[in-house]
């Protein structure tokens, strides 16, 4: 996470390879629908996974996909459910729907749940974020999902009592173990559980949150430790990036005093290539090795 431009992408790139190359499997991926990291490993990554160098592949996540996705399985669901409707026709509407609010961090969230269950086996899994807006709406989308789910659960139940008495009289059976809709708001129930839990838990998710030392890049950091502590997630590690000379980003110094940080100095050769990013950890071993967590 961080204010745009301060170096995430670089940083994801960075601390990827640097888990590469002490032997850890990595999968870098991309949920930035602005992809920087084919040009920052100058290779045309996709939604399929390419191998960058041992150890490390990245693949970059493609949002319309996952919105036509997301909105297909809204779409089966509903005529599967309402049979009795006529069929539901989602696609004719579907230039318009796609750009509904919301959707984005829908799409993110399906994305997430599949990377996360077919490389399961990997050492570590890292995402190069969205913008703060975007990230942030993703990270709160279990929790607010989960406000409402609650509700439609009660309200569900509501709907079935009254039914029963109806019911009773013509089948003189209980509806609730059979509701379908039940069943599903159930399922979506435990799904945003999970993900809620793998958000919150460091050992799981692992925030890094990446900052220069301009005013308004720790400005913005701020307020992004904020609300991810609202929410209930914390951040595991600062990078102040572009470090040099006597710069310090001393308006945060006291906000995250307890939260371990990694320094990156400015590079004054760019960061982009393999070879250039893997000279870059080479100079700098000293700091990375010590402080870049491994687990
Ligand atoms: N330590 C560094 N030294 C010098 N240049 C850097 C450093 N880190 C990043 N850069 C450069 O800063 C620019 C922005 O970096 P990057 O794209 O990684 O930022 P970002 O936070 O991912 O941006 P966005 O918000 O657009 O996703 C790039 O040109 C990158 O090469
Ligand atoms: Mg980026």
Not at 36 to 44: G, H, L, R
Not at 82 to 109: D, R
Not at 175 to 203: G, N, S, T
Request: aromatic letters at 10%.
């Amino acid at each position: 996470m961080g204010k745009g431009g301060v170096g995430k992408s670089t940083s994801a790139a960075l601390t990827s390879l640097f888990w590469a190359r002490k032997g850890f499997q990595v999968m870098l991926v991309s949920l930035d629908p602005a992809h920087n990291q084919s040009d920052i490993f100058e290779k045309t990554l996709s939604d399929k996974p390419l191998q960058i160098t041992t150890n490390l592949s990245a693949i970059e996540i493609e949002q319309t996909y996952w919105i036509r996705k997301y909105l297909k399985d809204v779409q089966q669901q509903i005529n599967r459910t309402y049979s009795y409707l006529t069929a539901f026709n989602l696609e004719k509407y579907f230039t318009v729907i796609k750009y509904s609010p919301g959707l984005e961090e829908y799409a993110l969230v399906l994305a997430f749940e599949k990377i996360h269950k077919d490389f399961e086996e990997l050492d570590y899994l890292v995402f190069d974020m969205p913008p703060t807006a975007l990230s942030l709406k993703f990270f709160s989308l279990p929790s607010l999902s989960l406000v409402w789910v609650d509700h439609l659960l009660v309200l569900r139940e509501e709907i079935i009592k009254k039914r029963e008495l109806i019911t009773k009289i013509k089948l003189g059976r209980k509806e609730i173990e059979r509701d379908k809709v039940l069943k599903k708001i159930d399922e979506i129930r435990r799904q945003y559980q999970k993900l809620k839990a793998i958000f919150e838990d460091p050992e799981w998710t692992q925030i890094y949150l990446v900052l220069n030392p301009d005013r308004l890049s720790q400005a913005e950091s701020v307020r992004i430790f904020d609300a991810l502590k609202e929410m209930g997630i914390p951040i595991y590690q600062t990078i102040q990036n572009k470090m040099g000379g006597h710069a310090s980003c001393e308006a945060i110094e006291a906000a995250f005093s307890r939260i371990p940080r990694l320094i990156f100095p400015y590079s004054e050769k760019p960061l982009i290539g393999i070879n250039n990013l893997a000279q870059f950890l080479d100079i700098n071993d000293h700091v990375v090795s010590e402080q870049i967590g491994v687990r």
